[in-house]
């Protein structure tokens, strides 16, 4: 079992900024990718950012200029910084991680892909 760990969100006045944390934890041989994304009322859910473990960064059109992803592979952890936000902003940021597991099976070692989320964290942008 894989789990993810969401901090950071909160209300942030428009023009604020504000640090999303995820920390990976429990059955992980490695994690291949890590990303946020976002859901807002009504909407559905939409990618922000995301890393792979090879350092490839995406950031959606709606957040360059403005955000940035971070990771440290060390410590399965990854961040988001986001300046400059705006009402529409406003969501439940989710985190999202995927890897492998290790198994053993009859003795022998196996790995098992996975895919995980968190919770969600609530971000309100206002006044």
């Known amino acids: 079992q894989v789990h993810l760990v969401e901090s950071g969100g909160g209300l942030v006045q428009p023009g604020g900024s504000l640090r999303l944390s995820c920390v990976a934890s429990?059955?992980?041989?490695?994690?291949?990718?890590m990303g946020w994304y976002r859901q807002a009322p009504g909407k559905e859910r939409e990618l922000v950012a995301s890393?792979?473990?090879?350092?490839?960064?995406y950031y959606a059109d709606f957040v360059k200029g403005r955000g940035t992803i971070s990771r440290l592979n060390a410590e399965n952890t990854v961040y988001l910084d986001i300046h400059s936000l705006k009402p529409e902003d406003t969501a439940t940021y989710f985190c999202?991680?995927?890897?492998?597991?290790?198994?053993?099976?009859?003795?022998?070692?196996?790995?098992?892909?996975?895919?995980?989320w968190g919770q969600g964290t609530l971000v309100t942008v206002s006044t």
């Open positions: 429990g059955n992980i041989f490695v994690i291949n990718g």
């Open positions: 999202n991680a995927k890897g492998y597991s290790s198994i053993l099976d009859e003795g022998t070692p196996k790995y098992r892909g996975f895919e995980v």
């Open positions: 890393v792979n473990s090879g350092g490839g960064i």
